[in-house]
């Protein structure tokens, strides 16, 4: 069976860390460009960040530069996304979403239900 589970999220406070994994099943993420998308209360959808099959990241959301990083994990079939610094305006449900290449991600790729991360003030 083919799937797609985002998961790591919760309450944390701000200025503290923490992970989220994209985890596959029934396919290999070396095959895709992966990237993390996220949509804030009564916000739409953004891109946040992808790896592309040779590891180089994109960032596409200012706000995250610096704080955000995201690496493979090919024995796991995972990628993770390693937020520290947050900041209660990362609150959001975060999506995995998969492409051929970072630069064709689109909102419309999240997959999955996501993972919720609610940061506190």
């Known amino acids: 069976e083919v799937q797609l589970q985002a998961s790591g999220g919760g309450l944390v406070q701000a200025g503290k860390s923490l992970r989220l994994s994209c985890t596959a099943s029934?396919?290999?993420?070396?095959?895709?460009?992966v990237g993390w998308i996220r949509q804030a209360p009564g916000k739409e959808r953004e891109r946040v960040i992808c790896?592309?099959?040779?590891?180089?990241?994109?960032s596409y959301t200012n706000s995250v530069q610096g704080r955000f990083t995201i690496s493979r994990h090919s024995a796991n079939n995972t990628v993770y996304l390693h937020m520290n610094s947050l900041k209660p305006e990362d609150t959001a449900l975060y999506h995995c979403?998969?492409?051929?290449?970072?630069?064709?991600?689109?909102?419309?790729?999240?997959r999955g239900q996501g993972t919720q991360v609610t940061v506190s003030s």
């Open positions: 790896i592309s099959f040779s590891g180089e990241s994109t």
């Open positions: 029934g396919f290999s993420l070396d095959d895709y460009a």
């Open positions: 979403a998969l492409e051929r290449h970072c630069a064709l991600l689109r909102i419309s790729d999240a």
